[in-house]
Nanobody, 122 residues
């Protein structure tokens, strides 16, 4: 088991920034790749970003490339999602996930957090 807890969500104006955190527990948690996904009201959950267990490989959805940065601190068992230049269309519940590979496919991820709400006002 890899319990995941997200934090850092909130309300921000368009153009602003937020930093999400995803804390994990367990001795092996740092060995997992991590992904961030989001789900807007009435829409399907979609991939946002992923990072390998070492932090050396990252992937981003086209919609956030150049605005969001994913990184991790394995000493703290925590993954971060720095979100800049936020847009109203970024409004969603953001979920952290852990799995064997940093990919866009949700099914690959075995563990999920409860999510944190991000709301971007125009």
């Amino acid at each position: 088991q890899v319990p995941l807890v997200e934090s850092g969500g909130g309300l921000v104006q368009a153009g602003g920034s937020l930093r999400l955190s995803c804390a994990a527990s367990g001795r092996t948690s740092r060995l997992y790749a991590r992904g961030w996904f989001r789900q807007a009201l009435g829409k399907e959950r979609e991939f946002v970003a992923a990072v390998s267990w070492s932090g050396g490989v990252t992937y981003y959805a086209d919609s956030v490339k150049g605005r969001f940065v994913i990184d991790r601190d394995n000493a703290k068992n925590t993954v971060y999602l720095q979100m800049n230049s936020l847009k109203p269309e970024d409004t969603a519940v953001y979920y952290c996930a852990a799995g064997p590979q940093p990919v866009q496919t949700m099914d690959v991820y075995s563990y999920w957090g409860q999510g944190t709400q991000v709301t971007v006002s125009s």
